[in-house]
C-alpha cells in the first residue's frame, strides 16, 4: 500500500508517463492531420503574399516537429503526473468515502474539466495559421486566468463539499455540482471573447477537425494519468496485498 | 482492508512536496509557454521543436 509521499510522486511519473505517451500518440495519428493541412494553408498564404512566417521551416524541420509533438505530451505528462500526485497526497478532503481509484479518477476529471475543457469551451484551440503573433501574450494571459479560475472552482467544490456533509450523498453531489455550474457560467461570461477572427482562408473542417483532435488529446493526457494512477495506489487492483492487509 | 480515508491521512506530505509541485509546473512552463522570458534566445528553437505540441495540447500560439 502506498502510504508515502515518495510512492505516490513515483507513481504519479510513472501514470503521467504513460498517458503521456497516449496522448502523444494520438496526436501523432490524429491531430497531426488537420496540423498538416492547416500548414498548407500557411504555405499557400506565404507563396501568395512572399515574405512571411518561412523562417519556422528553417529553424527546426518538419519531421523533428513532429517527434517534439510526441516528446511535449510525454514530457507534460510527466509533470502533470507530479502535480497530480501531490495534489492527490493533500487533498484529503476529495471524496473521504471513496475507493482511492474512485478518488483519483475523480480528481483527474475535475482537473481536466478546469484545465483543459474550461479554456477548450472559452478559447477554443487553434491550428498553426490561425493566432495573430500581436495578441499573443494577450491570449496567453486570458488563456491562463481561465485555467486559474477553473482550478479556484474545483478548489471550491472540495471545500464546500467538505461543509455539507450533514446532506445525504446524492443532495450534496448535487449542491456541489449546481455551485460549480453557476460559478462556471460567471467565468464564461465575465472572461472577454477570444480577440482574433479566424481567417478567411482557413477552412472551417479543417479547424474542427482541429479542436476535436485537440480535446482527444488533453482527455486522453488527464483521464489517462486518473485512471493509471489509481489502479497503482488502489490496493484493490493487487489482490494479495488486500489479504495481507486484512489479516493485519 | 483498511478504509480508504485512514489510507489517505496515512500520507505524510513532506514540505519539498511543493517544490516538487513547482517543478512539475515549470516544466509544463517551458515546454508549452516558453517564448523567451526565460531562455532568451535558445527559447525559439525549442519552441519551433515543440510546436506541434503547443498547438496540440490547446496552448495559445502565434
Known amino acids: 500500500m502506498t502510504t508515502t509521499y515518495q510512492g505516490l510522486a513515483l507513481r504519479g511519473l510513472a501514470a503521467g508517463g504513460i498517458a503521456g505517451l497516449a496522448s502523444g500518440l494520438v496526436g501523432l495519428f490524429v491531430t497531426e492531420i488537420p496540423i498538416r493541412a492547416a500548414l498548407l494553408v500557411e504555405e499557400s498564404r506565404a507563396a501568395t503574399e512572399g515574405a512571411g512566417h518561412s523562417h519556422e521551416e528553417a529553424l527546426v524541420s518538419r519531421p523533428m516537429q513532429v517527434l517534439g509533438g510526441v516528446l511535449a505530451a510525454v514530457i507534460v505528462g510527466l509533470a502533470i503526473g507530479l502535480v497530480f500526485a501531490t495534489a492527490y497526497a493533500m487533498a484529503r478532503r476529495w471524496f473521504a468515502d471513496g475507493t482511492p481509484f474512485h478518488r483519483s479518477l475523480t480528481l483527474a476529471v475535475a482537473v481536466f474539466g478546469a484545465a483543459a475543457f474550461l479554456p477548450w469551451v472559452k478559447y477554443p484551440a487553434n491550428p498553426p495559421a490561425v493566432g495573430d503573433p500581436e495578441t499573443v501574450n494577450y491570449r496567453t494571459v486570458l488563456y491562463l486566468g481561465v485555467i486559474a479560475a477553473g482550478l479556484l472552482i474545483v478548489y471550491g467544490a472540495s471545500w464546500l463539499a467538505s461543509r455539507l456533509t450533514h446532506l445525504t450523498a446524492p443532495g450534496r453531489t448535487t449542491a456541489v455540482l449546481l455551485a460549480a455550474v453557476a460559478a462556471t457560467a460567471v467565468v464564461l461570461l465575465a472572461f472577454p471573447a477570444p480577440p482574433d477572427a479566424i481567417p478567411a482562408d482557413m477552412p472551417v473542417a479543417v479547424l474542427w477537425q482541429f479542436r476535436l483532435s485537440s480535446l482527444a488529446q488533453t482527455a486522453t493526457l488527464y483521464v489517462g494519468i486518473g485512471v493509471v494512477f489509481g489502479l497503482l495506489v488502489d490496493p484493490a487492483t493487487r489482490k494479495t496485498e488486500v489479504k495481507a492487509s486484512a489479516a493485519a | ?62
Request: hydrophobic share 50%; proline share 5%; with cysteine.
Open chain 2, 1 to 62: 482492508m483498511t478504509s480508504p480515508a485512514a489510507h489517505l491521512s496515512a500520507v505524510q506530505v513532506p514540505r519539498w512536496a511543493f517544490a516538487v509541485a513547482l517543478l512539475g509546473l515549470l516544466i509544463t512552463y517551458l515546454v508549452l509557454q516558453e517564448n523567451g522570458l526565460a531562455l532568451g534566445a535558445a527559447s525559439e528553437t525549442l519552441h519551433e521543436f515543440f510546436h506541434d505540441g503547443r498547438h496540440a495540447l490547446g496552448v495559445p500560439c502565434h
